[in-house]
């Protein structure tokens, strides 16, 4: 996998209960990504704080967690020529109400918290996201040879 051209994704609790897992993955594919990792799993609540150690001291670090760990997640790995920056193009804001329209936050998210989705914001993260759910041999990039 090189770097730069995949980035690393979550379709969180709540687009998942609410049965929008595969409408994103049409504007997923619709934006020109493959998925080359995808699992459904449920983080335990000491993974999901794992995942998110970055914003431990945020107020909203609790609430985030037990949100996270409620129920399944769709993690997937993708991959796309600018990967990152393209998927945080096409997800949008953080904050539905701030989000550009056409965006999938815009279009799925219910809140700044249930925000549909997740998405890497560094080539770093991507390759420590992709890690945290999907061993080497469960990612299958394009154009590489597996015979
Ligand atoms: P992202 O990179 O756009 O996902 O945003 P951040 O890295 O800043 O935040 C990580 C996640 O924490 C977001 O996707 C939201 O689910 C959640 N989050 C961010 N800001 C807030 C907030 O002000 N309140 C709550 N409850 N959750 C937030």
Redesign the pocket.
């Known amino acids: 996998m090189k770097s730069g051209e995949f980035t690393f994704t979550m379709i969180?609790p709540t687009a998942v209960r609410l049965g929008k897992l595969v409408p994103i993955l049409h504007e997923i594919d619709h934006a020109g990504f493959t998925v080359i990792a995808m699992k459904m799993t449920r983080l335990s609540r000491e993974q999901a704080e794992r995942f998110?150690a970055?914003?431990k001291e945020?107020?909203?670090f609790d609430?985030?967690v037990c949100?996270?760990s409620s129920g399944p997640v769709v993690a997937i790995v993708l991959q796309k020529e600018n990967a990152v920056l393209d998927f945080?193009k096409l997800?949008g804001?953080?904050?539905p109400q701030n989000a550009e329209e056409g965006t999938i936050r815009k279009k799925f998210a219910i809140?700044?918290?249930?925000?549909a989705v997740?998405?890497s914001?560094s080539d770093e993260n991507a390759l420590i996201e992709a890690n945290f759910f999907f061993s080497q041999f469960e990612i299958f990039p394009l154009n590489e040879d597996f015979s």
């Open positions: 969180k998110y970055i914003h945020r107020p909203f609430e985030l949100f996270m945080r997800i804001n953080t904050n809140s700044v918290q249930e925000n997740h998405g914001d």
